[in-house]
């Protein structure tokens, strides 16, 4: 298992997205960024740029399929389509807050719920991105959730060992 301060010093390296636009800096994370999406073309795309990112990703085609995935083994952060088969994901995103889970959420969507955000909070999730997806607000908004949830786990970790004072 690698320390916080190992995934910070782990390296970095620039990326250019399709369109040859400087995507930015990017950490390898220890833990893989998860990918909850029912379309097999559009999970298959996320996790191949994500991969082209030098991030770990790993893919689930529907809510009930992450759901029995090993929780021991919990991701950095969770990209979920709105619209899946079976559990929503909101739905998932939601379950996911009520069982004091700690996953930063990105939540996508190619209807119009990403002008309605009003359950975001509730959800767990900090955002919802419209299909198709941006590359550079995509990595923006992922990179944004995982900071922030680094930043609360060291925060809670000072407040566990008395240091949060």
């Known amino acids: 298992m690698h320390s916080r301060?190992?995934?910070?010093?782990?390296?970095?390296?620039?990326?250019y997205g399709a369109?040859?636009?400087?995507?930015?800096?990017?950490?390898?994370?220890?833990?893989?960024?998860?990918?909850?999406?029912?379309?097999?073309?559009?999970?298959?795309?996320?996790?191949?740029?994500?991969?082209?990112?030098?991030?770990?990703?790993?893919?689930?085609?529907?809510?009930?399929?992450?759901?029995?995935r090993d929780p021991k083994d919990p991701p950095c952060c969770l990209i979920i389509d709105i619209h899946l088969g079976g559990i929503s994901g909101t739905e998932l995103a939601e379950r996911?807050?009520?069982?004091?889970?700690?996953?930063?959420?990105?939540?996508?969507?190619a209807g119009s719920e990403v002008a309605h955000t009003e359950r975001l909070p509730q959800a767990g999730a900090l955002t919802c991105l419209p299909k198709p997806l941006d590359e550079i607000t995509l990595i923006q908004a992922i990179d944004a959730v995982i900071s922030d949830g680094q930043q609360n786990d060291s925060v809670e970790t000072g407040e566990a060992q008395g240091q949060g004072r």
């Open 5 to 15: 301060k190992d995934v910070a010093d782990a390296g970095s390296s620039v990326w």
């Open 19 to 68: 369109t040859g636009a400087r995507l930015g800096m990017t950490r390898v994370a220890v833990r893989p960024v998860a990918i909850v999406e029912d379309d097999e073309s559009v999970r298959h795309g996320l996790m191949c740029l994500l991969r082209s990112a030098d991030r770990k990703v790993v893919g689930y085609a529907s809510a009930e399929e992450f759901l029995v």
């Open 96 to 109: 996911l807050a009520q069982d004091n889970m700690t996953i930063p959420v990105v939540l996508i969507s």
